[in-house]
């Protein structure tokens, strides 16, 4: 079972760090755009949505290295006052009444959507140079099962510190 874990905490972190190279292109692109709208006096059709597309992969690529790192948001005011036991068990049970069946959904509806993409070779429509749908779409399923399987895992730990009272690993 560790070898489980540290498995899907190294794949969280080597495509955080594989994904975060998608910043520079996005850069590269709105530095292209803006140079050749203002500058040149040109328009580029596909700029926006190129942006949109690799800004929102970088968004949602990010959601299981953020909850391996145990840096998503939380509201603190009370929580942070609490003894730790009482954050596992705040933990443990808000992940499986709240988020494992919100991920349960979001993966269902975004496998639904995906392979309707493929399907219907549905196009983004935001600007005129429509791109294809289906590889964003796929991008945000795989996003979606990489933040399930980082939130097994700090389950099972959370869990297992709960019970025995120690750290897991």
Same mark, same amino acid.
């Given at each position: 079972?560790?070898?489980t874990?540290?498995?899907?905490?190294?794949?969280?972190e080597?495509?955080?760090?594989?994904v975060?190279? *998608?910043?520079?292109?996005?850069v590269?692109v709105?530095?292209?755009d803006?140079?050749?709208?203002?500058?040149f006096?040109g #328009? !580029?059709?596909?700029?926006?949505?190129?942006?949109?597309?690799?800004?929102? !992969?970088?968004?949602?690529?990010?959601?299981? $290295?953020?909850?391996?790192?145990?840096?998503?948001?939380?509201?603190?005011?009370? $929580?942070v006052?609490l003894?730790?036991?009482?954050?596992l068990?705040i933990d443990v049970?808000?992940?499986?009444?709240?988020l *494992?069946p919100?991920?349960?959904?979001?993966?269902?509806?975004?496998?639904?959507?995906?392979?309707?993409?493929?399907?219907i070779?549905?196009?983004?429509?935001?600007?005129f140079? $429509?791109?294809?749908?289906?590889?964003?779409? !796929?991008?945000?399923?795989? #996003?979606?099962?990489l933040?399930a399987f980082?939130?097994? #895992?700090?389950?099972?730990?959370?869990?297992?510190?709960?019970?025995?009272?120690?750290?897991?690993?």
């Amino acid at each position: 079972m560790r070898a489980t874990l540290r498995v899907i905490d190294a794949t969280s972190e080597w495509t955080a760090k594989v994904v975060s190279w *998608l910043t520079v292109v996005l850069v590269l692109v709105l530095v292209f755009d803006v140079t050749e709208r203002y500058v040149f006096g040109g #328009a !580029t059709v596909w700029a926006f949505e190129t942006a949109t597309m690799l800004g929102a !992969t970088i968004y949602v690529m990010g959601w299981a $290295y953020v909850t391996r790192m145990r840096d998503h948001i939380r509201v603190d005011v009370i $929580y942070v006052h609490l003894s730790p036991r009482v954050r596992l068990i705040i933990d443990v049970i808000g992940t499986l009444l709240f988020l *494992l069946p919100l991920l349960y959904v979001l993966i269902d509806t975004g496998i639904y959507y995906m392979l309707r993409a493929w399907k219907i070779g549905e196009v983004l429509a935001e600007t005129f140079w $429509y791109p294809p749908a289906g590889p964003f779409r !796929t991008v945000v399923v795989v #996003a979606l099962f990489l933040l399930a399987f980082q939130t097994i #895992a700090h389950l099972i730990r959370d869990f297992y510190q709960l019970v025995k009272n120690k750290a897991y690993d």
